[in-house]
């Protein structure tokens, strides 16, 4: 930990905390049929978004994926929008439309989780380019998973990064499934970091549980990010505790309870607050502190969306078009 | 064709007028550039982007890899974030590999973000058969665009239309489809020097005429006046009425000419079952059924893959009298 501030390292473990609150709580809605729909949830992942926004600047861009709550809680999201966009309300996010799989901030360089797996990256050159044909030194964060690692858009973007040295960082968030398929399964290599060689950029593989890990991996490729020095592609082996969609999923057995509880013993949240316990920087009553103050964010933000409207009929046909000097719609 | 236009003093051939647009374009907004295959230093196989690289640079002329979905990306990503880009896609049949891209991507931010994106990103791409480069690089297949909201689709029919349309398309704040027709390319008339915009989702009577109407897209737009002019010996005096932008589709100029004609055809290069004619026909019967003395007949290409040889790729297409023997056909049946 040394060489990282106190403040840095209390952040990420309070965004961490958000993103497991709002997660588990959004769990138990899904669940109970409150929040219609399917949610993909990201707990057990908690590091990698934490150590890796914590870096990033409101004008920098993300990509995200189907499972993107997390994504947006630590990039600073407003989680009463969040939350009333899982519920389907008019003061959500995107008004409703949009749902979990497209929950998105564009004021927070936030480019929309994504139904479709492996759509980020082309998206998030493109975002890369826009930074430095403007001249900025502004980086965008595509995140993946292993899954996605094998569709072509990656290994197209990857190559385009490369190419035109964009300040893009590709995150692979390895969770060990894509959806219920096991890595093992779904491609014959073990680190997909080895890929990054095969585009001429930087691959590293990395503890995903450990949050500081995560952190300094991250900072060394935005820095280079911003440099001018082109894309890395960094992987990050994680878990994802519950099941592809929702806590429990369908029932269906597909990986073994002693799997997760072992991924558990190394959870990056405890992780993380015995490191700070050890430091004298968190107590066991800061740290439920932390916790508390989460859980009363969410519960005002659920409140917030439940007490909110439904979107009117009349905005179905809104949205669509950007009004110009040309008519939009079609018949 | 329209007021704006001078005495036909400067004919162009349509290739040039797509390219002065750009480079006309690209000096007004320096938030364009235009990514594609070979669209730099080659100048695109076609010839759109020639001398584009020399004026503006390699930072807004970019030869891409051939990595079709890659390339899309990057335009949607760079219009979300402020730019305003043009994706050139060398053959229409090439969409295919960006499909997820085009329809689930750049349609879609807009309207799944709540409103909030602006997606100022016009993709370029090339139709048609005639020149026996066979199933994968001829097709028209401009309706699967039109299905999909958050998209509006332009399809040019002569040179002064191909540099108004993508005018209109590059300045416009959504995604744009400039569909061109390789085999017109050579294809001249007047094109006005100064930038000019033809609105999207106005259609042009081209040819007035009193008793019926054809309505036709892209190249079909020329073989349908060559029918008029058939036809006429017949004493038929007809309508041609070019769309030019087929989403938004303007239904209003199409149905007032039917209430006048009463009778109707649609025509386009694409094959029929399924083509853009299928949905015209649909709105012309919707909106004027009472006016019609026939039903709305519909010319297009046969239900199979674009053929090499050229005899049957002859046999493929439809033509001028193709057109004029199906406004035959759909009299004959009348009487």
């Not at chain 2, 892209?218 to 038929?236: F, K, P, T, Y």
């Not at chain 2, 009298?321 to 759909?330: G, M, N, Q, S």
């Amino acid at each position: 930990m040394t060489g990282i501030s106190t403040d840095v390292l209390l952040d990420i473990h309070r965004r961490m905390v958000r993103i497991r609150t709002f997660e588990e709580e959004a769990g138990k809605l899904m669940e109970s049929g409150k929040i219609p729909g399917a949610l993909h949830l990201y707990v057990g992942e908690e590091a990698v978004a934490a150590g890796v926004m914590v870096h990033l600047r409101d004008t920098d861009q993300i990509t995200s994926t189907h499972r993107g709550h997390g994504h947006l809680v630590a990039k600073g999201g407003d989680l009463k929008r969040m939350y009333a966009e899982l519920f389907g309300r008019a003061t959500g996010y995107c008004k409703g439309k949009g749902g979990s799989m497209h929950v998105s901030d564009l004021d927070l360089g936030m480019l929309g989780a994504n139904g479709i797996v492996g759509a980020g990256p082309p998206i998030a050159i493109g975002a890369a380019f826009s930074n430095k044909y403007r001249g900025t030194d502004d980086v965008t964060c595509c995140f993946f998973g292993d899954g996605a690692s094998n569709e072509g858009t990656f290994h197209e973007a990857a190559n385009m990064a490369a190419l035109y040295k964009l300040p893009v960082i590709f995150i692979c968030e390895n969770n060990g499934f894509g959806e219920f398929t096991r890595q093992e399964r779904h491609q014959a290599i073990h680190d997909i970091a080895d890929r990054a060689a095969g585009y001429g950029m930087p691959g590293v593989v990395v503890d995903g549980m450990d949050a500081l890990a995560v952190y300094e991996s991250a900072g060394e490729a935005i820095a280079r990010a911003r440099r001018g020095d082109g894309p890395t592609f960094l992987e990050y082996k994680t878990y994802r505790y519950f099941d592809h969609v929702g806590v429990r999923g369908m029932g269906v057995i597909y990986r073994e309870d002693s799997e997760v509880l072992e991924w558990r013993q190394r959870d990056p949240i405890n992780l993380m607050e015995a490191r700070l316990a050890e430091q004298g920087l968190l107590s066991p009553e800061g740290a439920a502190e932390v916790h508390e103050a989460a859980l009363a964010d969410v519960r005002e933000a659920i409140a917030f969306a439940e007490a909110s409207p439904f979107p009117e009929p009349s905005a179905l046909m809104e949205d669509i078009y950007t009004l110009t000097a040309s008519a939009g719609g079609g018949a | 064709m329209t007021t704006i236009e001078a005495p036909a003093s400067r004919e162009v051939p349509y290739v040039s007028a797509v390219a002065e647009a750009f480079a006309q374009l690209m000096r007004e907004d320096p938030a364009i550039f235009i990514a594609g295959e070979d669209v730099a230093l080659y100048g695109s196989v076609f010839g759109v982007t020639r001398g584009l690289l020399n004026e503006f640079g390699p930072e807004r002329v970019i030869d891409t890899p051939i990595a079709e979905s890659g390339i899309m990306g990057l335009g949607l990503g760079a219009a979300a974030t402020g730019l305003r880009p043009i994706i050139d896609i060398m053959f229409m049949d090439f969409m295919g590999v960006c499909m997820d891209e085009v329809v689930n991507q750049i349609a879609k931010m807009k309207y799944m973000f709540g409103g909030k994106a602006k997606i100022p990103l016009t993709i370029h791409t090339m139709a048609g058969a005639g020149t026996s480069m066979a199933a994968q690089h001829s097709q028209s297949l401009e309706a699967w665009f039109c299905h999909v909201p958050g998209l509006k689709v332009v399809m040019p029919s002569g040179p002064y239309e191909a540099k108004g349309l993508m005018v209109a398309a590059v300045r416009d704040d959504n995604p744009v489809i400039v569909v061109n027709t390789k085999t017109i390319l050579g294809m001249r008339a007047h094109v006005p020097e100064e930038l000019y915009e033809i609105p999207l989702g106005k259609a042009h009577v081209v040819r007035p005429g009193t008793n019926f109407t054809i309505l036709a897209t892209g190249r079909m737009v020329g073989e349908s006046v060559r029918a008029a002019e058939l036809l006429a010996s017949d004493g038929l005096d007809v309508e041609v009425i070019d769309p030019r932008t087929l989403q938004p589709f303007d239904t209003e100029t199409v149905v007032a000419s039917v209430k006048k004609t009463h009778r109707a055809l649609v025509a386009h290069e694409a094959v029929r079952f399924g083509g853009i004619g299928a949905e015209f026909a649909a709105q012309i019967q919707e909106e004027a059924f009472d006016h019609l003395d026939a039903p709305v007949g519909r010319v297009g290409a046969p239900f199979t893959p674009v053929p090499f040889s050229p005899p049957l790729e002859k046999e493929y297409l439809p033509n001028a009298d193709k057109i004029a023997a199906e406004v035959r056909r759909i009299l004959g049946r009348q009487a």
